[in-house]
């Protein structure tokens, strides 16, 4: 049964099997911090509409691309920090949810419902986005509107979690795509 906002649009359900649900309202990509160094993360303000979400558990995002899993860096309310977990019954307005490894870009996230994911699924993930979407992890710092024409190593980081992911930007050395491939040689240690 669907339920409709006001403009009689219909609103989706939360997914029913997983362990948290946290539903998006709005997405920052930030790139870079007050002290000027470089970060690459996503906010999300939104609610935690089920169950409990934990500092440093992967998350699964919705977006144009496919689901893409990044890991949870903390949590905050209003400059507040909310420490590090939060349960659905105990935080019934908006807060913000910062994740990295990789970060998204507004566009590219369907303002839905991101859910818990394991470690296995998310790697298993991460590899279908080597395949169809490299750039996902593979990409060149920005900053300022500026490219750098260096790896961005906040998105790459989350490569070196498993043998299977490494293995698979090796592959990509010798694709197709220069950009990514020149990309790959640099996660690998490989480019001069």
């Not at 860096?73 to 349960?87: A, C, E, Q, R, V």
């Amino acid at each position: 049964q669907l339920r409709f906002d006001a403009m009689d649009h219909p609103v989706p359900h939360p997914p029913a099997a997983s362990e948290f649900v946290f539903e998006i309202n709005e997405v920052y990509e930030i790139i870079g911090d007050p002290g000027g160094h470089y970060r690459h993360w996503t906010y999300f303000t939104g609610k935690l509409i089920a169950g409990v979400v934990h500092d440093g558990e992967r998350i699964k995002i919705p977006t144009t691309l496919g689901a893409v899993p990044a890991q949870i860096l903390g949590f905050d309310l209003f400059g507040k920090n909310l420490g590090t977990s939060i349960t659905a019954d105990s935080m019934a307005e908006s807060f913000l949810l910062a994740t990295r490894c990789p970060a998204l870009r507004k566009s590219q996230v369907v303002a839905e419902f991101a859910t818990e994911i394991d470690e296995r699924s998310a790697v298993e993930l991460a590899l279908q986005l080597l395949d169809t979407h490299p750039s996902v992890y593979l990409h060149h710092v920005a900053r300022d509107g500026r490219k750098y024409p260096r790896l961005c190593r906040q998105c790459a980081r989350a490569l070196s979690k498993s043998p299977d992911l490494k293995s698979r930007v090796e592959t990509l050395v010798d694709g197709d795509d220069l950009k990514i491939a020149e990309l790959a040689k640099e996660f690998l240690g490989l480019s001069k």
